[in-house]
């Protein structure tokens, strides 16, 4: 008896972890007044949306943006592109999901989907595609914010450990 309490209680979290699912967010939001734009990479929890659009934000689930060819292979990869006047500049901002193999059943095929974002300014690249991870293996950090001000030259870019962008 004691041991079957003991599995009923090693099960809880299990079964909390399951009803919770995580998806990873790729996004931008254009602030005219501050002349900033922001790009986010974050993870959520609860019920998959698809796209959004909260308080300024517009936002993909990663995983939507790539079919799949069969069971075991990634087809296609979809990227979306938004544009953003800041000030007399017109930003385009480029978003797409990284897969780390395009054989989900190869090394790092199921691991957790990265992302990828590319900015230009009237035009000019002003940051290539950059991929924002996570990487595989996943000792790197996680690139989880890309910020351009309209007054600045170089935009600033934050980062997190692995661990902490699952956390």
């Given at each position: 008896?004691?041991?079957?309490?003991?599995?009923?209680?090693l099960?809880?979290?299990?079964v909390?972890?399951?009803?919770?699912?995580?998806?990873?967010?790729?996004?931008?939001?254009?602030d005219?007044?501050?002349?900033?734009?922001?790009?986010?990479?974050?993870?959520?929890?609860?019920v998959?949306?698809?796209?959004?659009?909260?308080?300024?934000?517009?936002?993909?689930?990663?995983?939507?943006?790539?079919?799949?060819?069969?069971?075991?292979?990634?087809?296609?990869?979809?990227?979306v592109?938004?544009?953003?006047?800041?000030?007399?500049?017109?930003?385009?901002?480029?978003?797409?999901?990284?897969?780390?193999?395009?054989?989900?059943?190869?090394?790092?095929?199921?691991?957790?989907?990265a992302?990828?974002?590319?900015?230009?300014?009237?035009?000019?690249?002003?940051?290539?595609?950059?991929?924002?991870?996570?990487?595989?293996?996943?000792?790197?950090?996680?690139?989880?914010?890309?910020?351009?001000?309209?007054r600045?030259?170089?935009?600033?870019i934050?980062?997190?450990?692995?661990?902490?962008?699952?956390?």
């Amino acid at each position: 008896m004691r041991a079957l309490i003991f599995l009923i209680c090693l099960s809880i979290p299990l079964v909390s972890w399951a009803d919770d699912p995580e998806y990873e967010l790729i996004g931008y939001r254009c602030d005219a007044a501050g002349a900033r734009l922001t790009i986010a990479f974050k993870t959520v929890k609860g019920v998959d949306e698809g796209r959004r659009e909260i308080d300024g934000w517009k936002m993909w689930n990663v995983g939507d943006l790539v079919s799949m060819k069969d069971d075991d292979h990634i087809g296609n990869l979809r990227t979306v592109e938004g544009t953003c006047l800041l000030g007399k500049a017109n930003y385009t901002v480029q978003l797409g999901p990284e897969p780390q193999n395009m054989n989900i059943q190869g090394h790092c095929g199921a691991a957790d989907l990265a992302a990828w974002v590319a900015v230009l300014r009237d035009g000019r690249q002003i940051l290539p595609r950059t991929e924002l991870g996570p990487t595989c293996p996943s000792q790197a950090r996680v690139t989880t914010e890309v910020v351009f001000d309209a007054r600045a030259t170089e935009p600033t870019i934050k980062t997190v450990d692995y661990d902490e962008f699952y956390r």
